[in-house]
């Protein structure tokens, strides 16, 4: 397993930016799929973007395509969650997640119930 930790949740206006980023530990980073979550107040934990253990290929949840990008550097073990045009509704705890194979983060659900590595959360605050 790797262990995993975000950084740079915080308060943004309705269409500014913020960037998250993880770093992992653990010799096998660059084997493992990276991902991220996000957990609104009230609501079930949700898919947001993935990548393969390559940076090859990225995948988007349908609420955030074209506007997030994912990215991942293998030699300093981080993976970063580029957030653009953001939106009230965006608001929610970010979970940054691994895992060796990336069917996991869509595998039993949206809510990544097999993925085996979770960081401890960061907020993300859009105001209206």
């Known amino acids: 397993q790797v262990q995993l930790v975000e950084s740079g949740g915080g308060l943004v206006q309705a269409g500014g930016s913020l960037r998250l980023s993880c770093a992992a530990s653990?010799?096998?980073?660059?084997?493992?799929?990276m991902g991220w979550f996000r957990q609104a107040p009230g609501k079930e934990r949700e898919f947001v973007a993935a990548?393969?253990?390559?940076?090859?290929?990225?995948y988007y949840a349908d609420s955030v395509k074209g506007r997030f990008t994912i990215s991942r550097d293998n030699a300093k073990n981080t993976v970063s969650l580029q957030m653009n045009s953001l939106k009230p509704e965006d608001t929610a705890v970010y979970y940054c997640?691994?895992?060796?194979?990336?069917?996991?983060?869509?595998?039993?659900?949206?809510?990544?119930?097999?993925?085996?590595?979770w960081g401890q959360g960061t907020q993300v605050t859009v105001s209206s």
């Open positions: 997640a691994a895992d060796p194979n990336e069917g996991a983060f869509w595998a039993g659900g949206t809510h990544g119930p097999f993925v085996r590595s």
């Open positions: 653990g010799r096998t980073f660059s084997t493992y799929a």
């Open positions: 990548i393969t253990w390559s940076g090859g290929n990225a």
